[in-house]
């Protein structure tokens, strides 16, 4: 999953993270060096896998949920689930910190939220700008 980096550090900087477990989510110079530390991990595994990895973007996911979810099921061999369309009608058992952004409908509303903390951001921002990753994509 690719997602802007800046609303992805924004996203880890505003959650309710143990700072003793994760230091790194309370400075945004540490998020943007695990960012970097995401993006090489990344381009290894394109290299390696090539088309046999599947690439998703977030804001592709939010804005055009049933092509992308298609897409993906088609890439993983599944089949079609209207049900997937509908996330937060789900009755499974969530674990993941932001269970509830998941119990929730899709929603591109934060895509693009870091613009509201652009100047608070701007530690951040310049590390990704001088390695060109401004667009997370």
Same mark, same amino acid.
């Given at each position: #999953?690719?997602?802007? %980096? ?12 143990? +700072?003793?477990?994760? +230091?790194?989510? #309370? ?6 060096? %695990?960012? &970097? @530390?995401?993006?090489?991990? #990344?381009?290894?595994?394109? $290299? /390696?896998?090539? !088309? ?5 973007? %977030?804001? !592709?996911? /939010?804005?055009? *949920? $049933? ?9 993983? !061999?599944?089949?079609? !689930?209207? @049900?997937?369309?509908? +996330?937060? =009608? ?6 993941? #910190?932001? /269970?509830?952004? @998941?119990? =929730? *409908?899709?929603? =591109? ?9 652009? @100047?608070?951001?701007? *530690?951040?921002? &310049? /590390?990704? $700008? ?8």
């Amino acid at each position: #999953m690719r997602r802007d %980096y800046r609303d992805t550090c924004l996203s880890i900087f505003q959650s309710d993270i143990t +700072p003793t477990a994760h +230091p790194y989510s #309370m400075d945004l110079t540490e998020l943007a060096h %695990y960012a &970097l @530390a995401y993006d090489r991990l #990344m381009r290894h595994w394109s $290299e /390696v896998l090539g !088309d046999r990895l599947v690439r998703v973007r %977030y804001e !592709d996911i /939010v804005t055009d *949920p $049933e092509a992308e979810i298609r897409r993906l099921l088609e890439r993983l !061999d599944l089949l079609w !689930d209207p @049900a997937c369309l509908e +996330p937060d =009608k789900s009755r499974r058992r969530i674990n993941t #910190m932001s /269970v509830g952004q @998941a119990r =929730k *409908p899709i929603s =591109k509303s934060s895509v693009g939220r870091w613009e509201r903390f652009a @100047a608070e951001l701007e *530690p951040l921002t &310049l /590390v990704l $700008e001088r390695h060109g990753l401004v667009h997370g994509a």
